[in-house]
DNA sequence: ATCAAGGTGTTGCATAAGCGACAAAATCCA
DNA sequence: TGGATTTTGTCGCTTATGCAACACCTTGAT
């Protein structure tokens, strides 16, 4: 319900950390961004940085996360479990969420986003494979957590070629009904 | 030369309420902000607000004398005396302001700007003043800059009914003459 | 008149942030 | 290759900020 309430110091700080790192990547590519060039745009000091995460790859994917979860719109994925419309829509997020950073960052930074946004989804994809059976901790859940991910993941970029023909809401419901042939049930 | 090199962490903060100061000048009445409201906008504990300022009108007093000093150009009136040319530089930043904070700010807000204003007119007039003598404390240069600075703000005032018809400079400038009918020695 | 609600200053204590220094690692460049 | 420069993590100590609580004052509704 209430947890403990972080500092508000906390929130401020983190949030000047992220976003003067999102300002540096519009700039820079991601291997020359430095922890002292965003403590030096965030206005903070350097040690403070390191309170807060572990490194700029702890630092690249909690901003990952946490805009991701922002375009997932929470509520669509916390209280229900997989099927085709949350599929949909996760599709929609990242496929939104990558355009809008392609045009925020220089080259050199996908090989990288991707491979947080693939782990992301695998985590999101665990927690809802795991609401039907909240007891079990099965390896095949994670298996299938796994393959979701990239298969997902491989869509968007596929989608990205095709991205003046078709929306993806079009495109990833073509492949549904092969993907989720069984009912909703388990 | 170099003083103490004030904390990052108060510029930051004073900044922020500052800022936010400002924006909350565009939505309400002067009289209708209070520092609760100040505190959240700038995201800081109220207890803070009372660490950096005395009270409500020491922000605005703050506010204002930055913002003009910002819009004066220190370097404009810091290295020389008073002439015509510093007059009229000051006269122009002042209407500037006035403009710009005109539109930014509700109404009931103008009285306690110009009271501020015109003091911040007339600590500026005393230390030019001063300049050709360093010595002197003299009781006649203080009477000086509170009439000059009375005599510069109404000439803002009344440049504002004619503002559509003359410039501040070509206004100012039309008094210059007879105000300083001296040489520009002492 | 009385009460409730909200704003104001202030205080003591807990904690995040700044600073300088340091060794180690990475990067640059001659 | 080597030496210079920059970046990275980390450390104790100091300082600014958050928080809860308090008494006091205003305002407005009953």
Same mark, same amino acid.
């Given at each position: 319900?209430?947890?403990? &309430? *972080? ?13 003067? !790192? ?11 961004? *430095?922890?002292?060039? =965003? ?26 996360? #946490? ?12 209280? &229900? ?13 990242? *496929? ?25 989804? #695998? ?11 909240? *007891? ?5 859940? &994670? ?6 991910? +990239? ?7 596929? +989608?990205?070629? &095709? ?5 993806? #809401? #079009? !495109? =990833? ?14």
């Amino acid at each position: 319900m209430n947890q403990p &309430k *972080t500092d508000p110091r906390i929130q401020r700080t983190r949030k000047l950390i992220m976003d003067s !790192f999102m300002e540096l990547s519009g700039k820079k590519e991601f291997k020359d961004i *430095t922890i002292t060039d =965003i403590a030096a745009e965030a206005m903070i000091n350097r040690a403070t940085f390191y309170y807060h995460f572990e490194d700029i790859y702890d630092l690249l994917e909690k901003v990952l996360s #946490e805009v991701l979860l922002v375009n997932l719109d929470c509520s669509n994925y916390q209280h &229900k479990e997989l099927n085709e419309e949350v599929i949909t829509s996760i599709f929609v997020a990242i *496929t939104n969420f990558q355009q809008s950073l392609s045009n925020r960052c220089h080259r050199g930074y996908e090989d990288t986003i991707a491979r947080n946004i693939r782990e992301q989804l #695998e985590i999101i994809f665990y927690k809802m494979l795991l609401k039907p059976h909240p *007891t079990e901790e099965d390896e095949g859940l &994670k298996i299938t957590a796994v393959i979701l991910s +990239w298969g997902i993941y491989g869509a968007s970029v596929e +989608w990205k070629r &095709k991205s003046n023909e078709i929306t993806p #809401e #079009e !495109f =990833i419901q073509l492949a549904l009904p092969h993907l989720l042939p069984r009912d909703n049930g388990v």
